[in-house]
């Protein structure tokens, strides 16, 4: 392959993943979308385009070995293909925890976590997850080490939420045996709920440290 066409496959290969990045974010909106009103059609819709993701991911997947195995990137080149390629495996794990937010939504009966948390927690998960692609986009080191910092914020968030959840199960338990289990289920639903909202935002400090390694060749934000 000649150098001007590699390069033009790199570009390629960045854009791709920028645009699986559109449809994941897309996929994760309508999720939470479909949590805050409880609206079933919206999450199953959800559940139905993740075989969209997958095959998106197979694809780029055997786009990133086609480039190591013939092209055999070397230096700054191996660090973006590599970067690439771990970056669309968290972008399809997001889109994993999409589809388990929908379909916390069917059969749920209620919120038991106060909406403002669980949407606040929903907002800053969504937004490091944006400021990590727009970093990988951009090649902003800086933005990198923003997102994984802004992370314990949500972290904090996760458990005080969790908390929460508790007291409204403990505070709860009165009533006859029904009531009791299907408080449970809800509580379990929110639980869950907080729980793949935080690994959105793991997934989007993963971006970054991917991110990280490809511009300055520094592995400190990868664990």
């Keep these: 392959m000649p150098r001007e066409r590699y390069q033009e496959s790199l570009e390629e290969l960045r854009a791709d993943v920028l645009a699986m990045g559109e449809t994941v974010t897309g996929r994760l909106d309508e999720s939470l979308e479909a949590v805050e009103r409880h609206d079933e059609s919206l999450a199953r819709a959800v559940i139905d385009g993740d075989e969209e993701v997958n095959e998106t991911y197979l694809r780029l997947e055997d786009r990133c070995v086609d480039l190591f195995a013939l092209q055999q990137p070397v230096a700054g080149d191996l660090r973006f293909v590599t ?7 968290d972008l399809e794990r997001v889109g994993d ?49 923003a997102v994984a910092d802004d992370d314990d914020e949500i972290d904090a968030l996760c458990e005080r939420a969790s908390q929460t959840v508790t007291r409204d199960l403990i505070g709860g338990s009165a ?31 993963n971006i970054a440290a991917r991110t990280l390694f490809m511009i300055e060749n520094d592995p400190e934000l990868i664990y």
Aim: with cysteine; proline share 1%.
């Design 83 to 89: 970067a690439s390629f771990k970056v669309i495996t």
């Design 175 to 205: 009533g006859d045996a029904w009531d009791v289990e299907r408080l449970l289920d809800d509580v379990s639903r929110v639980l869950l709920t907080i729980r793949d909202l935080e690994r959105v935002a793991d997934h989007a400090v």
């Design 97 to 145: 925890l999409a589809v388990n937010l929908a379909q916390y939504v069917r059969g749920a009966t209620r919120t038991v976590a106060p909406d403002a948390e669980i949407d606040e927690i929903a907002r800053l998960a969504r937004s490091l997850l944006d400021r990590s692609l727009s970093a990988y986009e951009t090649g902003n080191a800086d933005a990198c080490r």
